[in-house]
């Protein structure tokens, strides 16, 4: 078939009411999918037909094959998923979108936390496999919601006897002398996200008592010197404003049957011009040490509202203006 010519496919499927939930009320499913991979599509009792280029027509192909097993064993799916999915099988290499959306995190009966992207599934399997994991990438992928995720499911299956979250006291030029209050109540501010990703996972009575039990303990990253953690899941949250010497402290505290993730974004750093980030260098040292895994998120991985990955990408284009002319 000539390059640019328009192909027309039609898929039959084996039940209306399952093909009915695919394509959503009034099939405003299929229109997210028909805008994310260029596409005409037009569905009719149990048949979808496809219209457009053909690489497009064979990818939407698969992802609607794909997408109808998932709905098919039971999964609801939403407009963020098809978007995800779709962007995920256009975005090169084999992927089995199934496999991505059918991994659960068993957190409570009634809550299930799953992978939404191919990268998200690779970060959860390394987090699984390593005992040392660096999750590095732009804000809003879900380094640190996973990481929390994983590590509430090991505690509750009695895995790890405790969960410890660890932020760097750095942040947008603010000292903690200036702030009012104890120490806790002076970093307090900066643990606040690890806070409310807890809360969103369980009810907040059940936090309390774990956080009293010292089941939690949220910390700033000074806290950790000198300890050694032994049957814990360690989370060092903001790790591109860790010092070198902080984060070799950091590491360095890892005790018997326990897992540390590292979570940053290194084009975010908030330390002193000229200083050192702990995590970039990390990454650099410890890269194909076994044991230690190594995830690196992108825009096409975010997933907060669709605006932020634009966001993302025009302040990635302007970096890479500003680095093109300080070469030139």
Same mark, same amino acid.
């Given at each position: 078939?000539? /390059?640019?010519?328009?192909?027309?496919?039609?898929? /039959?499927?084996?039940?209306?009411?399952?093909?009915?939930?695919?394509?959503?009320?009034?099939?405003?499913?299929?229109?997210?999918?028909?805008?994310?991979?260029?596409?005409? +599509? #037009?569905?009719?009792?149990?048949?979808?037909?496809?219209?457009?280029?053909?690489?497009?027509?064979?990818?939407?192909? %698969?992802?609607?094959?794909?997408?109808?097993?998932?709905?098919?064993?039971?999964?609801?799916?939403?407009?963020?998923?098809?978007?995800?999915?779709?962007?995920?099988?256009? @975005?090169?290499?084999?992927?089995?979108? *199934?496999?991505?959306?059918?991994?659960?995190?068993?957190?409570?009966?009634?809550? #299930?936390?799953?992978?939404?992207?191919?990268?998200?599934?690779?970060?959860?399997?390394?987090?699984?496999?390593?005992?040392?994991? =660096?999750?590095?990438?732009?804000? @809003?992928?879900?380094?640190?919601?996973?990481?929390?995720?994983?590590?509430?499911?090991?505690?509750?299956? #009695? %895995?790890?006897?405790?969960? +410890?979250?660890?932020?760097?006291?750095?942040?947008?030029?603010? *000292?903690?002398?200036?702030?009012? @209050?104890?120490?806790?109540?002076?970093?307090?501010?900066?643990?606040?996200?690890?806070?409310?990703?807890?809360?969103?996972? &369980?009810?907040?009575? *059940?936090?309390?008592?774990?956080?009293?039990?010292?089941?939690? %303990?949220?910390?700033?990253?000074?806290?950790? *010197?000198?300890?050694?953690?032994?049957?814990? =899941?360690? +989370?060092?949250?903001?790790?591109?404003?860790?010092?070198?010497?902080?984060?070799?402290? =950091?590491?360095?505290? &890892?005790? =018997?049957?326990?897992?540390?993730?590292?979570?940053?974004?290194?084009?975010?750093?908030?330390?002193?011009?000229?200083?050192?980030?702990?995590?970039?260098?990390?990454?650099?040292?410890?890269?194909?040490?076994?044991?230690?895994?190594?995830?690196?998120?992108?825009?096409?991985?975010?997933?907060?509202?669709?605006?932020?990955?634009?966001?993302?990408?025009?302040?990635?284009?302007?970096?890479?203006?500003?680095?093109?002319? %300080?070469?030139?």
């Amino acid at each position: 078939m000539a /390059t640019g010519e328009v192909l027309r496919e039609k898929l /039959t499927f084996d039940e209306n009411a399952l093909l009915a939930q695919l394509t959503g009320p009034g099939g405003v499913l299929l229109k997210v999918i028909e805008r994310e991979m260029g596409l005409r +599509i #037009h569905a009719r009792g149990n048949q979808v037909t496809l219209i457009g280029p053909k690489e497009q027509v064979e990818l939407g192909s %698969e992802l609607l094959g794909q997408l109808y097993a998932l709905v098919r064993r039971g999964q609801v799916l939403d407009e963020g998923d098809l978007v995800r999915a779709a962007r995920a099988l256009q @975005g090169g290499g084999e992927v089995d979108v *199934r496999e991505v959306f059918s991994d659960s995190l068993l957190i409570t009966s009634n809550t #299930h936390i799953r992978p939404k992207s191919p990268v998200q599934k690779a970060y959860v399997d390394a987090i699984r496999d390593n005992d040392i994991v =660096f999750g590095m990438g732009p804000a @809003g992928t879900g380094k640190t919601y996973l990481a929390m995720a994983m590590a509430m499911s090991e505690l509750l299956k #009695h %895995e790890v006897k405790r969960i +410890i979250l660890a932020r760097p006291a750095v942040e947008a030029g603010e *000292r903690l002398g200036f702030l009012p @209050g104890d120490m806790m109540e002076k970093v307090n501010p900066y643990l606040r996200p690890l806070y409310d990703a807890l809360h969103d996972m &369980l009810e907040p009575d *059940r936090v309390e008592q774990m956080l009293g039990r010292g089941q939690i %303990e949220v910390a700033p990253l000074a806290f950790m *010197r000198g300890r050694t953690l032994n049957s814990s =899941f360690v +989370i060092l949250d903001e790790a591109q404003n860790a010092t070198s010497e902080q984060m070799m402290m =950091f590491l360095t505290r &890892l005790g =018997f049957d326990s897992k540390a993730v590292v979570t940053g974004d290194i084009t975010q750093t908030d330390l002193p011009a000229g200083a050192v980030s702990g995590l970039a260098e990390a990454g650099q040292l410890l890269r194909g040490i076994r044991g230690i895994g190594l995830v690196q998120f992108t825009e096409r991985d975010v997933v907060r509202h669709p605006l932020v990955q634009k966001i993302i990408k025009a302040y990635e284009a302007r970096n890479r203006r500003r680095e093109d002319s %300080e070469v030139g």
